[in-house]
């Protein structure tokens, strides 16, 4: 715990503006997506390189832990300050420093919102194609920590595949410049994909130079309804193998739709069991020859109803269904426990049939969505934590699924990283010796343990 006389050091040292210490300051940014609560000992709003500087330096010398954070929209508490100290909030320090059309490239300030940066892009005629669904709040600095995906990272990557080149301060206070302004670079050890995803643990990111590419002229929507979740898993898996390239992949089953159309105050077609949101992007020529593709798939299916959204207008309205998933079946149960395992793409619809086999069995309410082109499948256990049976049977299900995942080679997160609420969970992707590996090279970049402690391991 941080006292007077040490909050007093930290303001003379960052600045009086940038250091707040009210309880109300601390209990605004105690929590992050997951609803999980820890107070911070102080907030520190960064807004330059200076301040970065001058917070690690504080925290080195008092020996306090430093949590960096963006928007606080993640979702396995990876910006909470679960030891106390310093919350090292970015949104103040949020330029796009430059936007480099010849060489196809951003430099961004870790606060940049990433709608604001693909807004800026698509201006020029270019692409940011990562888009988490949190893109409108979440900023680049969580981005880079998280190794965020998106629907449209089913085609074009995640955001690794943007990072060209990052600046970040190690807990030692030394700056790092990793990376180049190149699509290639083997010159060492590939530091900065190691900082990429690594939860804000290794080092402190201040700038990142981020890989930009042209923009599809045409994007076309479309979503088809199916009256089994089966069908509708089996279906991504035909898209696939189809080669039908789409840019978004994405899947709702029965209970998101139901919680999607009461939120919104629609009516429901009772006979609906799943939907898949497609888009399809390219050239014009590319775009028509992707979707003459497309109708083969769904003619050959059957489905209940194929919609493709004819204006702008109608594509906002497919769109804001698949955006509204996360906030409406919050209204199912008090808690969300929020899995994003991910399996390769030939065993999504046996995965899927197993997960609403597993809710059956157990008596669970699960639902299933997301990006399941890429195998991403957000399986969300809807809880009451005050059900002390139903607790049980979480975990007796979680360890079934986390089991399954890994048996059929897929991995339990996909994007939203480990953080506090994954911990548990390292033992079924990694063995000792990869765990050992891990912390060393934890300890290689922060061998006091004081940049986000309590995390991953
Ligand atoms: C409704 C909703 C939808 C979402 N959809 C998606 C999705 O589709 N895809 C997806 O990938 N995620 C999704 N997320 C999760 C989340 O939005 C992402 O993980 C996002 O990258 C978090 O960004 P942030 O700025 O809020 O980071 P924060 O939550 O503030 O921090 C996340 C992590 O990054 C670290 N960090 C932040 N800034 C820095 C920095 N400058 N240097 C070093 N470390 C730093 C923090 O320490 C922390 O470990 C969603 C979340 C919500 C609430």
């Known amino acids: ?99 480099d059309r010849e060489s196809m490239l951003a430099v961004a300030e870790p606060g940049l919102v990433t709608a604001d940066l693909q807004a800026a892009a698509e201006k020029a005629g270019l692409f940011y194609p990562p888009d988490p669904a949190s893109l409108k709040t979440s900023t680049i600095g969580g981005n880079v920590a998280e190794n965020a ?38 010159a060492g050890y590939d530091l900065k994909s190691l900082i990429v995803g690594s939860e804000g643990t290794l080092a402190v990111v201040t700038r990142a130079t981020l890989r930009l590419i042209p923009l599809p002229p045409v994007r076309r929507l479309f979503r088809v309804d199916f009256a089994s979740l089966a069908d509708g898993a089996r279906f991504v898996q035909q898209v696939i193998q189809a080669h039908v390239q ?12 139901q919680a999607v159309y009461a939120y ?57 269904t698949r955006r509204a998933v996360s906030p409406a079946i919050a209204s199912l149960k008090p808690r969300k426990i929020n899995e994003d395992i991910v399996v390769p793409a030939g065993r999504i619809p ?32 809807m809880v009451d934590p005050a059900d002390a049976g139903e607790m049980r049977r979480v975990d007796v299900a979680l360890d079934r699924i986390f089991r399954r995942v890994v048996e059929s080679g897929g991995t339990i997160s996909g994007e939203h990283g480990i953080g ?20 060393r090279v934890k300890q290689a970049f922060d061998p006091d343990n004081l940049l986000n402690p309590g995390k991953i391991f």
Not at 34 to 51: C, I, K, M, N
Not at 352 to 379: M, P, Q, S, W
């Open 350 to 381: 046996e995965t899927v049939e197993f997960i609403a086999a597993l809710g059956a069995e157990l008596g669970l309410c699960i639902v299933l969505f997301g990006h399941f082109g890429d195998g991403n499948i957000h399986t969300n256990l």
């Open 264 to 320: 919104r105050n629609l009516p429901l077609d009772e006979r609906l069991r799943a939907a898949v949101l497609l888009e399809i992007d390219g050239s014009p020529a590319e775009a028509a020859e992707r979707e003459a593709r497309l109708e083969d798939v769904v003619a050959a299916v059957r489905p209940l109803q194929r919609r493709r959204a004819e204006s702008a207008a109608e594509q906002e309205e497919l769109w804001e």
């Open 246 to 257: 789409p840019s978004v992949l994405e899947f709702m089953d029965r209970s998101s739709l």
């Open 1 to 99: 715990m941080l006292d007077a006389k040490a909050l007093k050091e930290l303001a003379a040292e960052v600045g009086r503006s940038k250091v707040f210490a009210d309880r109300e300051f601390r209990l605004a940014y105690s929590y992050d997506a997951t609803g999980l609560e820890y107070l911070p000992d102080a907030v520190v709003f960064a807004e330059s390189e200076a301040d970065v500087v001058a917070a690690l330096r504080f925290c080195r010398r008092r020996r306090v832990p430093l949590v960096p954070r963006g928007a606080g929209v993640g979702y396995t508490g990876g910006a909470l300050a679960v030891q106390g100290g310093v919350v090292l909030v970015f949104t103040r320090m949020n330029r796009l420093l430059r936007l």
């Open 149 to 186: 995906g998106g629907p449209r990272c089913f085609k074009y990557g995640v955001t690794a595949n943007y990072v060209l080149g990052l600046e970040a301060f190690l807990m030692s206070g030394e700056k790092v410049r990793l990376g180049a302004e190149t699509i290639k670079n083997v």
């Open 420 to 439: 506090l609420s994954k911990k548990p969970f390292m033992g079924y992707q990694f063995g000792p010796a990869e765990l050992e590996l891990l912390r």
